[in-house]
């Protein structure tokens, strides 16, 4: 199956400050959603993004489907961001693959 | 998504015990997903449905079983649950209209607790 790689596994940041996730993927794929994942564990659907830009706010995402990459932008973050995103990589949705996500943590 | 409802929301049973994770959708979806997240790792899926005559194993089958009752619901059962069951379950939809290639939305999830 497909292989997803996320980095950094851990980010700590200062409120207002940007950070960039990357998800690395290593086959073919027609679907690519970004979560974040409250303290409650519930799956906050971000984006779905399996080619091209999109942004929503404060947060945006980049797909380069040809090199396999995507990345998620977050700019002036606040403490409410905290949380861990995941990309999830797929091929027809017949099975969805998941990173093992990025813990971040925006303090005040 | 609130169009995707699991029941219960969290559940502690004992070892040995059968255990049923019920899981609906008004979202009108045809296609439906279980998965489990065990901590600090990403979801992995246990089994998935096309519609209701079909019933796919996922990555991490073994030890459970599925029933599609019809195109809304979508029930996961453990027989005989054991400690190492013991994860937060969810359950998604997809639409396969177009290419197929369509965003899968996420219920709340089950948190299961095996003693």
């Known amino acids: 199956g497909i292989q997803v790689e996320q980095s950094p596994p851990d980010l700590i940041l200062q409120e207002g400050a940007n950070s960039t996730l990357r998800c690395n993927f290593s086959?073919?794929?027609?679907?690519l959603q970004w979560f974040h994942q409250n303290p409650w564990g519930q799956l906050i659907n971000l984006f779905y993004i399996p080619s091209g830009t999109k942004q929503n706010g404060r947060l945006s995402a980049t797909t380069v489907a040809t090199e396999r990459y995507s990345l998620l932008y977050i700019s002036s973050s606040q403490t409410t961001d905290s949380g861990v995103y995941f990309c999830a990589v797929a091929y027809n949705n017949n099975d969805m693959r998941f990173g093992a996500g990025t813990r971040l943590t925006v303090k005040p | 998504d609130a169009d995707v409802t699991q029941t219960p929301r969290n559940r502690i049973t004992k070892t040995g015990k059968r255990i049923m994770l019920e899981c609906s959708q008004t979202?009108?979806?045809?296609?439906m997903y279980w998965y489990r997240q065990d901590p600090g790792l990403g979801l992995r899926l246990i089994y998935y449905?096309?519609?209701?005559?079909?019933?796919n194993k996922g990555e991490i089958s073994d030890g459970y079983s599925v029933s599609r009752q019809a195109q809304a619901k979508f029930s996961l059962s453990l027989e005989s649950a054991i400690p190492n069951q013991t994860a937060l379950y969810f359950c998604?939809?997809?639409?396969?209209?177009?290419?197929?290639?369509?965003?899968?939305?996420f219920g709340d999830g089950t948190r299961l607790s095996i003693l």
């Open positions: 998604a939809t997809s639409d396969p209209m177009g290419s197929g290639n369509q965003p899968q939305h």
């Open positions: 979202k009108g979806h045809d296609r």
């Open positions: 086959d073919s794929v027609n679907n």
């Open positions: 449905s096309f519609d209701v005559k079909d019933i």
